[in-house]
């Protein structure tokens, strides 16, 4: 199992299985942070699978390995319960006698406003399938300034 994460401006699905997605594959950000969205492309090995329902959960880090926290105290995260129509996703589907690697794609909608302060962070995902590594993907966040844009 190969997963991939990227971040977007905005991003949803589709009913055949592709990602729409604006702004995607950005490092830069500002403060408080816009919307964005975390997109997972999970790739499915021939005999891999991945079950119906399964719990994405993630987690903010500062660059120091500290789990940022809302002005609230909470911890800056998220869990979501997702649901796939691959139960058995890994059986291996040919196109004209060519193997087509079987992709699950989950978006995470972010809303706007953390409250961050410029640095280096990065979204740590974890998925509830054994074996799987966590996912990370990283970004900086910038002082807004009125004349810049990100």
Do not use: C
């Not at 401006?9 to 995607?24: C, I, M, R």
């Not at 903010?60 to 500290?66: K, M, Q, T, Y």
């Not at 990065?122 to 998925?127: F, T």
Request: zero cysteines; hydrophobic letters at 45%; glycine letters at 8%.
């Amino acid at each position: 199992m190969n997963i991939t994460a990227l971040l977007a401006d905005s991003a949803q699905t589709d009913p055949t299985g592709k990602v729409h997605a604006l702004g995607l594959g950005w490092s830069l950000t500002v403060t408080p942070t816009p919307p964005m969205a975390l997109l997972l492309f999970i790739e499915l090995s021939v005999g891999e699978h991945l079950l119906e329902r399964y719990t994405v959960t993630g987690k903010l880090f500062d660059s120091n390995g500290e789990q940022q926290l809302t002005k609230h105290s909470q911890p800056v995260g998220f869990k979501a319960e997702m649901h796939s129509d691959q139960v058995t996703a890994g059986l291996s589907r040919q196109v004209g006698g060519v193997d087509v690697p079987e992709k699950v794609i989950t978006v995470i909608p972010i809303p706007p406003g953390i409250a961050l302060k410029p640095a280096r962070y990065e979204w740590v995902v974890s998925i509830d399938v054994p074996d799987v590594a966590d996912v990370k993907v990283s970004f900086a966040v910038v002082p807004a300034l009125a004349s810049d844009s990100v």
